[in-house]
Antibody, heavy 120, light 108 residues
């Protein structure tokens, strides 16, 4: 079945870096746009980035643009998020999700999430 | 940027119907998707394209969308339906996903 598994979360100091990974299985990974979404403790969902199947197109939320970089390796069925210059407000559970649809896109499925804590 | 507004909470007795609204400017012209998020778990798609249900989602979950409001309706509510619910649309102008503010459904 379609499955997404995130890893790489942890505790990092402000200004530090972290790289998240998302391992995909059960579908042809290279055919799909992939996304990162985060959820701060007790807060709602915030989309932060997407990447096209062939990596030609990316976009970022203003809150992370210039600090985070999304990438993928289709030979490894893996999605990545390089996070630099981390701030306390980046503390959140980070989810990866597949994009579906032809125009009015939706996200399905989601991984189980990985927790990133930015604290001194 | 496009904004989606949901009520913070909805309370409903078991067996009754819960309605969760999602307000946005001319949202009826977009397709709306709905997610259920249990505590400590990832969101799960329960309705897509306004009214469609993914495989495995009970018929008790239904959706509608018109004008400036989309609605997720949960019929014959069960204790297991207690969760946070989020609406979502695609913002074509901004080229990214937008989520509603989220609604906590409390089963009395």
């Amino acid at each position: 079945q379609v499955q997404l598994v995130e890893s790489g979360g942890g505790v990092v100091k402000p200004g530090g870096s972290l790289r998240l990974s998302c391992a995909a299985s059960g579908f042809t990974f290279s055919d799909y746009y992939m996304n990162w979404i985060r959820q701060a403790p007790g807060k709602g969902l915030e989309w932060i980035s997407y990447i096209s199947g062939g990596s030609s197109f990316t976009n970022y939320a203003d809150s992370v643009r210039g600090r985070f970089t999304i990438s993928r390796d289709n030979t490894k069925n893996s999605l990545y998020l390089q996070m630099n210059s981390l701030r306390a407000e980046d503390t959140a559970v980070y989810y990866c999700a597949r994009r579906l649809g032809s125009a009015w896109f939706r996200l399905d499925p989601w991984g189980q999430g990985t927790l990133v804590t930015v604290s001194s | 940027s496009y904004v989606l507004t949901q009520p913070p909470s909805v309370s409903v007795a078991p067996g009754q119907t819960a309605s969760i609204t999602c307000g946005g400017d001319k949202i009826g012209k977009r397709s709306v998707h709905w997610f259920q998020q249990m505590p400590g778990q990832a969101p799960v798609l329960v309705v897509y394209d306004d009214t469609e249900r993914p495989s495995g989602i009970p018929e008790r979950f239904s959706g509608s969308n018109s004008g400036n409001t989309a609605t997720l309706t949960i019929g014959s509510v069960e204790a297991a339906d207690e969760a946070d619910y989020y609406c979502q649309v695609w913002d074509t102008r901004a080229d990214h996903f937008v989520f509603g503010t989220g609604t906590k459904v409390n089963v009395l």
